[in-house]
C-alpha cells in the first residue's frame, strides 16, 4: 500500500498529540496535588488538578461512578468507527479533514487512557474571569479537550468546503472539421 498525504497526516498529527496530551498530565499529576492551582494570568488563568470522574466538563461526575469510563470506552469506539469511515472515504490528497480527524482521535485516546491509567481524567486548565462582580469560571479542561475541540471545528470548516466533482466530466460534442467547412 502506498502512503498518500492523508495518511501522513493522520501518522504525525495523532501520535504528536496524544504525547503532548499525555506528557502535560504526567507533569500536572506529579507536580500538583488535586485540587491545589497555580495562578498564571492574575484574574484570567489558572493551571489547577482535578479529577474528572464524569463525562464532558465534569458532568454526571457524581451519579456515574465507575461506569464512566466504561460510557467513555463506548463513545470512543463509535468515534473510532466513525474516523476509521470518514478516513477511508477521504480524497488521497486531502489535508483538512484527516488532520481534523487525527486531533478528535488523539484527544479522545488521551482521555480514555487517562481513565485507564487513573480511573479519571487529568483537567487542569482553568479559565475564568470577573463578570458583573463575579468571578465566573470555565469548566477545567485539559490538551485532549483543546484536540478534539480543534479537530472538530476543522470538521465545521471542512463541511463547508465544495465537495470534488467525482463525476466525469460531460463530453461535448465537437464538430467534425468536415461539417464545419461544408457550411
Not at 504528536?16 to 499525555?22: F, M, S
Not at 492551582?37 to 482535578?50: A, M, R, T
Request: proline fraction near 5%; hydrophobic fraction near 50%; aromatic fraction near 10%.
Amino acid at each position: 500500500m502506498k502512503l498518500t498525504r492523508k495518511h501522513w497526516v493522520i501518522m504525525l498529527i495523532t501520535p504528536l498529540g496524544l504525547i503532548l496530551d499525555q506528557v502535560s498530565k504526567l507533569i500536572i499529576h506529579a507536580s500538583l496535588r488535586p485540587f491545589s492551582e497555580i495562578e498564571i494570568v492574575p484574574g484570567y488563568f489558572n493551571l489547577v488538578f482535578v479529577t474528572n470522574r464524569g463525562l464532558s466538563f465534569g458532568m454526571f461526575s457524581n451519579g456515574l461512578g465507575g461506569a464512566a469510563t466504561w460510557i467513555f470506552l463506548g463513545i470512543t469506539i463509535v468515534a473510532l468507527g466513525i474516523i476509521i469511515h470518514l478516513f477511508l472515504r477521504t480524497d488521497h490528497n486531502a489535508i483538512l479533514l484527516p488532520a481534523a480527524l487525527s486531533l478528535v482521535l488523539a484527544g479522545a485516546l488521551g482521555n480514555l487512557i487517562d481513565r485507564f491509567r487513573w480511573g479519571y481524567v487529568v483537567d487542569f486548565l482553568q479559565a475564568h474571569h470577573e463578570i458583573l462582580g463575579r468571578d465566573r469560571y470555565w469548566p477545567t479542561f485539559n490538551v485532549a479537550d483543546m484536540l478534539i475541540t480543534a479537530g472538530i471545528i476543522l470538521l465545521v470548516m471542512d463541511s463547508f468546503r465544495p465537495q470534488p466533482n467525482n463525476e466525469p466530466p460531460e463530453e461535448k460534442p465537437e464538430k467534425k472539421k468536415d461539417e464545419a467547412v461544408k457550411r
